[in-house]
């Protein structure tokens, strides 16, 4: 048996289970680790500025490569800091493992006052996590960071989280370490399937609501084949925009905020499929939730989430690609009744995006001229800042993961770090994230990351000098009595410069498009001010159809 250290195993553990990055800020109670990465070649360490953003850099990571982000950190005020980041990987069901150190093992839960100590870190982590463990002897630590795999690779993904305490990782024993596996997709029962093909065999008008599962399952191929068979109109969340192309005849875009095509189509259909959607009641649109007339089947790879918010006539507990080839192939023979006219819904898709237009023409505007500036493999993070949350709407996402939101947690701050970590795992694809001048100050100390590691992300900041949606919130709704929202902002493009990174003023929103195309070619990390009128409105406060 090897004899080697706890740091040691964590790094040869992680490397055996195929990590090639972690990220990370260093502290005492994990020198044992990073010592350990010194003499263990084949991971890429990158030393962020705030244990928030290393989580938010795995974030991005997992989520546009499909892979595993890990991220380490310090316990106690390391641990705390990360949870922000936590809660945002959990909303988004991303494959995230969480690093965390303790302190001794034989000081827990005794209130000494040692450095970074908290009472029950543990439990603290578990709203955020889908498992954690403490591990309090060297032996084990291979044995837990493989269930973490295991648990990141089946079921539902989402974040998990192993701490360790500093004198478990410097004891020096032997120590096997665990084979790495691989994990079959969890298929549907065959009566659930039968169920769902007679209901979409006899539908005379089905729609399919693809949410975030479908990509996260790389599903997009299988989505697509059922509903080309059934000539069915795609309506997607906005964590699964891209799924199918929002081109594509079929794609009528993602419906959020009251926007889209959902409350046109959804009502008029008699049987909806939901893929991998939650259908939760964040950014709810009027009249888009399936009614109880209508029959449901709610096809999701977890299944508390069957019924959970609107009740459906057929539960398939599946991974989505494997759900989706399922049903696919119990069609291919059926007589199919779908009646849609091609004609209708390219109106219908049209009429959507004329009243984006006319409400929003400079956001919308904007967006597509973004949508050109960005080749179709390049990466847009999407922050919580007007166009971010137009972009949702008005951006027409080409390829499956390159479209990335902080789902239902809406993280202020989470867009220019998690780039960082989109570009990580994409070197040679273009990486833009889309911040606001607030959201922007939470992580500005990562353009230091950015400038040593050679990240090259462009990163746009929206300038309207205010916490932008909650002083709108103020003058539409408390009559213009603005308090706390207005805000003292830098030089953003010098002070890029500062950081060695490459800065751009841009004072109109109409020529932001040309400055990300110009960013994209220089390929250094960039900033890209860009002054934003503070009286134009996101999507959220806005009504369609009036």
């Known amino acids: 048996m090897p004899q080697m250290t706890g740091g040691h195993a964590v790094i040869r553990a992680l490397r055996a289970e195929g990590v090639e990055v972690v990220f990370g800020l260093p502290g005492v109670q994990i020198m044992h680790i990073y010592d350990a990465f010194y003499d263990t070649p084949g991971i890429r360490v990158i030393t962020c500025r705030h244990e928030q953003t290393t989580v938010y850099m795995a974030d991005g990571y997992a989520r546009s490569t499909g892979k595993i982000g890990v991220a380490l950190v310090v316990p106690g005020p390391g641990a705390y ?21 303790q302190i001794d093992s034989g000081a827990i839960g005794k209130d000494f006052g040692a450095l970074h100590e908290i009472q029950g870190q543990l439990e603290f982590m578990k709203p955020v996590v889908k498992w954690n463990d403490l591990v309090l002897k060297a032996e084990d630590i291979p044995d837990a960071i493989h269930m973490g795999f295991r648990q990141l690779q089946t079921g539902r993904p989402r974040p998990v989280e192993i701490e360790i305490p500093p004198d478990v990782l410097a004891t020096s024993t032997g120590i096997e370490l665990a084979e790495p596996e691989a994990y079959p997709r969890p298929e549907a029962d065959a009566a659930s399937i039968r169920a769902a093909a007679d209901l979409l065999a006899s539908a005379r008008r089905p729609v399919i609501w693809a949410g975030g ?29 891209g799924a199918i192309p929002e081109t594509h005849r079929l794609a009528m875009g993602t419906s959020s905020y009251g926007w889209g095509t959902g409350a046109d189509l959804v009502p008029q259909a008699d049987v909806v499929l939901a893929v991998g959607s939650r259908l939760g009641t964040y950014r709810p649109e009027p ?25 459906a006539a057929v539960g398939v507990v599946a991974d989505a690609r494997v759900g989706l080839a399922q049903i696919n192939a119990a069609l291919q023979h059926r007589r199919l009744s779908a009646s849609w006219d ?6 219908t898709k049209a009429a959507a995006w004329g009243r984006m237009g006319s409400k929003a023409p400079r956001q919308v505007a904007a967006l597509q001229g973004i949508r050109e500036a960005i080749p179709a493999e390049g990466f847009v993070v999407a922050g919580i800042t007007n166009l971010g949350a137009w972009a949702a709407i008005a951006y027409d996402v080409l390829k499956p993961r390159t479209f990335i939101t902080s789902s239902y947690m809406g993280t202020l701050g ?11 795992g994409n070197p040679e694809r273009p990486v833009v994230a889309l911040c606001g001048d607030g959201g922007f100050m939470y992580a500005v100390g990562e353009l230091a990351t950015a400038v040593q590691y050679g990240i090259n992300v462009v990163a746009v900041v ?21 308090v706390g929202t207005e805000l003292v902002t830098p030089d953003f493009a010098k002070l890029a410069e500062s950081f060695g990174a490459l800065g ?19 390929n250094r990390p960039t900033v890209i001010e860009v002054e934003l009128p503070a009286d134009l409105d996101p999507p959220y406060y806005m009504r369609p159809r009036e």
């Open 342 to 347: 091609q004609g209708e819904l390219d109106a």
């Open 414 to 424: 989470y867009a220019f770090p998690t780039s960082l970590g989109v570009k990580v």
């Open 462 to 482: 929206f300038n309207n000098h205010r916490f932008g949606a909650s002083n709108r919130d103020q003058h539409l709704r408390f009559g213009g009595r603005s």
């Open 504 to 522: 751009v003023r841009v004072p109109r929103l109409e020529d932001s498009p040309d400055a990300i195309r110009q960013a994209i070619r220089a």
């Open 81 to 101: 800091n990360a949870g922000a980041a936590m809660s945002t990987a959990f909303a988004a069901s991303s494959q995230v493992m969480l690093l965390t150190g």
């Open 287 to 311: 009249g888009a939730q399936p009614r109880p007339e209508q029959k449901l089947i709610n096809l999701n790879i977890d299944p508390t989430e069957i019924g959970k918010t609107t009740p």
């Open 213 to 241: 599962g479908v990509v996260l399952a790389g599903a997009s191929r299988e989505l697509l084949a059922l509903a080309e068979l059934l000539k069915a109109p795609v309506i997607t969340t906005s964590e699964a925009k």
